[in-house]
Every structure is written in structure tokens, then in C-alpha cells.
């Protein structure tokens, strides 16, 4: 058993499997907003909404509430906001679950299916899609003040639309840079991080070559950020987009070649042997054990470093550049189920949630960032390391929520695979991933 999991004990584990969960339905069915611009960022139109013409004196009922269990302390948080809600509103009941994480997808779809699900659940923004195709969700700006959506980062808020309508309200974010261990770029006379990839894979074979690590970067190779984190990184560097004009699945030959060449070009001599083989808790114990001298994952790394590795010197950079650099961004958020039976007082427990102490103590210490604007003004996002992450949320991109987005990624996957294992050419590479965008 690698460091990561030796140290962190259940906490991590469990963040992690999360972490994996989200992962896999973000790139499953795409996290992002649709390029419509045309409807507001989210003001109700008419000012005010069904939850506050409620009043608080008529909301009673019960509010069924699944939520995501990130550790140990989830149930803890949850069961405390419960409590200062209801004190609030006497007649209104709060009813928790925490699905299993791992069928917890499926559990929804199910309830969905059979007109049975719960009011309000916390929710990757990736499995939003879905569940708003079939109709069964309500807009959350028929639900909460405009003032409440005036609070979000712009960006964070805009990533979380489906086909232009608010159907998710984030709750926390997240977004992901490049460690890399100062002791191991000292040893190999180098004092500061790549700020490009072909930097990227000069320092590392250096680093190998004087022996500052075992390997110069950890890289991920099977599992679902395999293709759909890591094709992004360098694909979106070269200032290319994974849709066209019209919104479509779509990828940039040139700019392909030149991001899975410099892919390659890690695998050739700078990263773990047997990539392929290589998932996401695998890629991080590489890091936090000292073996790997550089990996790009996100904040929740910081945590895992102080439980694991306490004395490793480390620092964070953004994502190296091609002709231009951004970082990956993924978000879970809030949706509010027609079929629930108790829109209005879920709809007012969610802003309960949005309170500036229960925001802030839900996101504190579970490696993530927040989503509204003032919770970015905390003391500990202004200094680093988390500062590079909350500069880079804020003007990261989203991968397209498109259907066909599981197709590419599944086998872009194997096409990438492929390039490492087998030799295809980059060229070849591309016009797989290519051919699975279009069809």
C-alpha cells in the first residue's frame, strides 16, 4: 500500500473515492454549461420567488435531502445545519440520506424513474444532463432570490447551466494545477517549476538523470480521468476547444497532434513505467511517497501531503502552457426534483446551505474550493498553495455536457493507451479521438 493511504487513513480514502465518483460522471456526461449566453446569468425574472412568497410561517412539511458523503464528518455537518434549520422552521422536517457513493447515480435514476425522488440532492454538476432531459428537475431560478445568485463566482455559477437553464446550484469547486517537490528540482539544479511542457519534460528527464526522483512525473493512464482530465490539460493549451461553433463534439487535428506528442513525449523517459496501468490514487502515492518529482491533480493533494508527507517540500504552479494555459474545473452542486413533493422548503434549506458559516463548513478542509464570491475572501485561499487553485477556478473550463461525451472519452482512453503502449502514431491518435468525436 502506497504512502497516500497508509497516513490518511479512512478520511482520505473515502474523499477520494469521491473524488473518483465525481470524476467519473463528470467526464462520463460532461460538467460544463452550454455556450448559450442568451439567458440571464440567473436573476428570477419577476423578483421574487415561490420559496420566499412562501414566508417562512407557511413552510412545513418534509424536505427529503440526499447528500454526497464525502468523510466521516459529512454526516456531522449535515446533521448540525438540519438543526439550526429546523429551530428556524419548526413545522418543516429535514430527512437525511447518504446513498452509498458508488450506486448513488443509479439510486437517483432509479427514483427519478419512479416518481419517488428526494426534494434536493447534492449531486456531481456532470450527472445535471440527464436528470434535466427527462424534464424531472426544477429551475432553481423559479426557486431562490436573485440576491442569493448574485453571490456566485461568475464563472463557477455559468459552468453549472444546462442548455442555459440553472438547473445546478454549486456548492463547492475544485481545479487542478501541477506539484512538483522542491527537493528533487534542487538536486537537479533547478529552482523553479515548467511553465511549458516541452520545460515539462526537460526538467524531468533531468531530474531522473541526477537523480532528484525516481521519476519525473506521475502520470495517470487508466481509470476516468485517463483521457477526460488529461487530454483536456494539453489539448486546451494549444487553444483549441472541444466543440465547434455549433456546440458539437469536435477536435482540432493540428492542435491533437501537438498535445498527445507531448504526452508521449512524458511516457518517453520522464514518467513511471507501465502507465497504462497507473490510476488516480496510484498517480498520487507516486507523488506523496517521493517518487514522482512532478503530477497535476487538485487541492485536495495539500491535505493528503500534510497527513502523509508532512516534510516533503512542495510547491504548486499552474498547468504548463503550449500557446496558452487554463486547468480543468468540476463542481458539485444542488438540484431541486419536481417530483419531490416539497419544493418551496427545500428550495429555502438550500439557501439556508448558502449561508455564509454552513457554506464555508462544508468546503474547509475536504481539499476543495468554494463557489460563491465571498468565500473566496478567506483568509487561507489567500495564500498559497491554495491561492493557485482559487486563481485558476475562476478562469478554468469545463469539459461540454454532451451525451457522446462518454463515447470519447471511453475511447479516447484506448486511443491514448494505444500511443503509449503499442507505438501508434500521435497522427493515428488523433484521428481515433477524431472519428469518436464525430460519431
Known amino acids: 500500500m502506497h504512502a497516500m493511504l497508509r497516513g490518511s487513513g479512512g478520511l482520505m480514502t473515502r474523499l477520494l473515492l469521491v473524488i473518483a465518483i465525481a470524476a467519473l460522471g463528470a467526464f462520463a456526461a460532461g460538467c460544463g454549461g452550454s455556450d448559450d449566453d442568451s439567458s440571464d446569468a440567473g436573476a428570477s425574472t419577476s423578483g421574487t420567488t415561490a420559496a420566499a412568497d412562501a414566508g417562512a410561517e407557511e413552510l412545513s412539511g418534509t424536505v427529503r435531502w440526499s447528500m454526497l458523503d464525502y468523510d466521516p464528518d459529512t454526516k456531522k455537518w449535515a446533521n448540525d445545519v438540519i438543526k439550526a434549520f429546523e429551530a428556524e422552521h419548526p413545522d418543516v422536517k429535514v430527512e437525511l440520506t447518504l446513498p452509498p457513493t458508488n450506486n448513488y447515480q443509479q439510486l437517483l435514476t432509479t427514483q427519478v424513474r419512479g416518481k419517488n425522488p428526494p426534494d434536493l440532492a447534492a449531486v456531481p454538476t456532470a450527472w445535471v444532463p440527464a436528470f434535466a432531459e427527462a424534464q424531472a428537475l426544477v429551475p432553481w431560478t423559479e426557486q431562490v432570490d436573485a440576491s442569493l445568485l448574485d453571490r456566485f463566482d461568475p464563472t463557477l455559477l455559468e459552468g453549472a447551466k444546462i442548455s442555459g437553464e440553472q438547473f445546478a446550484l454549486p456548492y463547492l469547486s475544485t481545479s487542478r494545477a501541477l506539484f512538483w517537490n522542491k527537493d528533487a528540482f534542487e538536486k537537479a539544479g533547478l529552482d523553479e517549476p515548467p511553465a511549458t511542457w516541452d520545460e515539462l519534460i526537460e526538467d524531468g528527464k533531468k531530474i531522473v538523470a541526477d537523480g532528484g526522483a525516481e521519476y519525473g512525473f506521475a502520470l ?165 498553495p491554495l491561492k493557485t487553485f482559487v486563481d485558476l ?12 461525451w462518454l463515447k470519447l472519452s471511453d475511447q479516447g482512453t484506448r486511443a491514448l493507451q494505444s500511443m503509449y503502449t503499442d507505438g501508434t502514431s500521435p497522427e493515428k491518435t488523433c484521428e481515433a479521438i477524431a472519428e469518436a468525436a464525430q460519431s
Open 220 to 384: 495517470q493512464g487508466t481509470g476516468a480521468e485517463a483521457f477526460a482530465a488529461w487530454f483536456p490539460y494539453v489539448y486546451w493549451s494549444q487553444g483549441a476547444e472541444l466543440t465547434d461553433a455549433d456546440g458539437n463534439l469536435a477536435i482540432d487535428q493540428e492542435a491533437c497532434v501537438t498535445a498527445v506528442s507531448a504526452l508521449q513525449g512524458m511516457v518517453d523517459g520522464v514518467t513511471q513505467p507501465n502507465v497504462t496501468a497507473a490510476d488516480l490514487p496510484e498517480q498520487m502515492a507516486m507523488f506523496t511517497g517521493g517518487e514522482a518529482a512532478m503530477t497535476i491533480t487538485g487541492p485536495w493533494m495539500i491535505g493528503m501531503l500534510a497527513a502523509d508527507a508532512p516534510k516533503l517540500d512542495y510547491g504548486v504552479a499552474p498547468i504548463p502552457a503550449g500557446s496558452t494555459s487554463t486547468t480543468l474545473d468540476i463542481q458539485d452542486a444542488f438540484i431541486l426534483f419536481k417530483d419531490g413533493g416539497n419544493t418551496d422548503a427545500a428550495a429555502a434549506f438550500a439557501e439556508f446551505l448558502y449561508e455564509a458559516e454552513n457554506a464555508d463548513s462544508l468546503v474547509e478542509g475536504r481539499g476543495m474550493l468554494p463557489v460563491l464570491t465571498e468565500g473566496f475572501d478567506a483568509p487561507r485561499y489567500q495564500e498559497e
Open 393 to 404: 477556478v475562476r478562469e478554468g473550463k469545463f469539459v461540454p455536457s454532451d451525451p457522446g
